[in-house]
């Protein structure tokens, strides 16, 4: 219902409007108040990439992130990530990862980004805390925070917004009515706008998401998605459907699909109850993280592992800002 209302296909949003425009009121008073000086901003000691989004909902983001720290790390850079750490119960903040980090401590998208690139990772409420800490502990010549474009608190260097190419803004309308978070004015501001899938606009970085080959949870043995057998397919990630055309894309045509709300806690039982004997899990990445921690005794649970692919020369122009920025 809420991907009706937000995409202009339902009139519902029209009762919710006036809660958008106090939601919008409140917001903008906000950055006001920080571009006007009345709220203080913290600069960190090095460099900082915001990468965010203007919209609610899953639109790459974290692909994007991973892309960017792997890229910079290519060139010797020690990049350290950020983020808030959403959906963990840590028992202190600022908490740094490390391999026994669980995502019920730090969440999901960090343990993620922890586990692909190597980063130091940090994780607060406070983003300014978790950057302190890895300034002290890893002593990182740049800082990518993973969201937080609204996050004013925190100085940027650069700002990236990743916009889902084929929803892009729905009705326009700020939340709940819509999906706004900011005004579609704010990519006037910005440094980068990458665009995930659909058609990039003109002056937009074109990116597309390449799944590899699945991953066997328990054993990590590799093999072509296609090949999966009987798949039943779940997806906790801020727009499912996206993850069930990828595999559509890549010849799978699973029995059933399972959409979860992102950042939804899993148990063993939840997971385990979705599957029959002789039917394969087949999950997203961002899911393998959270079962990791109960997969022992399930041969059956697969993820699909995917990577950014940004469109060239623009990739090599913004990776060159960065690298800019450092040296």
């Not at 090095?46 to 720290?69: D, H």
């Not at 699945?214 to 998605?225: I, K, T, Y």
């Not at 990445?285 to 959270?290: G, I, L, N, R, Y």
């Amino acid at each position: 219902m809420i991907e009706r209302i937000w995409s202009g296909k339902s009139p519902l949003y029209l009762l919710l409007l006036p809660l958008s425009w106090l939601y919008g009121l409140v917001s903008g008073a906000i950055g006001l108040s920080y571009r006007l000086g009345l709220k203080k901003t913290w600069r960190a000691p090095v460099p900082v990439v915001v990468v965010g989004n203007l919209t609610a909902g899953g639109n790459g983001k974290t692909p994007v992130v991973i892309w960017l720290v792997e890229q910079l790390q290519q060139h010797g850079i020690r990049v350290g990530v950020v983020s808030r750490g959403y959906g963990g119960k840590a028992e202190h903040y600022p908490l740094l990862l490390n391999k026994n980090t669980t995502t019920f401590e730090a969440g999901d998208e960090p343990v993620l980004i922890y586990q692909r690139t190597g980063a130091s990772v940090a994780v607060a409420p406070r983003r300014s805390e978790a950057v302190q800490m890895l300034v002290d502990n890893a002593k990182p010549q740049l800082i990518i925070t993973d969201d937080g474009l609204q996050h004013y608190a925190l100085a940027r260097d650069k700002e990236i917004v990743v916009v889902d190419g084929v929803r892009r803004f729905g009705n326009g309308w700020w939340l709940p009515a819509g999906p706004m978070r900011e005004r579609i004015g704010r990519l006037a501001s910005v440094d980068a706008v990458i665009t995930n899938g659909g058609n990039a606009q003109f002056g937009e970085i074109a990116m597309t998401l390449q799944p590899g080959d699945a991953v066997n949870l328990l054993s990590g043995e590799r093999r072509p998605v296609h090949s999966l057998e009987s798949v039943i397919a779940m997806a906790g990630i801020g727009h499912p459907p996206r993850f069930f055309a990828t595999l559509e894309q890549c010849g799978v045509t699973p029995i059933r699909t399972v959409s979860l709300a992102d950042h939804q806690a899993l148990s063993e039982n939840d997971v385990a109850k979705l599957v029959q004997p002789g039917q394969t899990l087949l999950m997203t990445e961002k899911d393998a993280v959270k079962c990791r921690a109960f997969v022992t005794g399930h041969d059956n649970w697969w993820y699909l592992p995917v990577d950014a692919r940004l469109a060239q020369p623009q990739a090599d122009a913004l990776l060159q800002s960065l690298l800019d920025l450092v040296h």
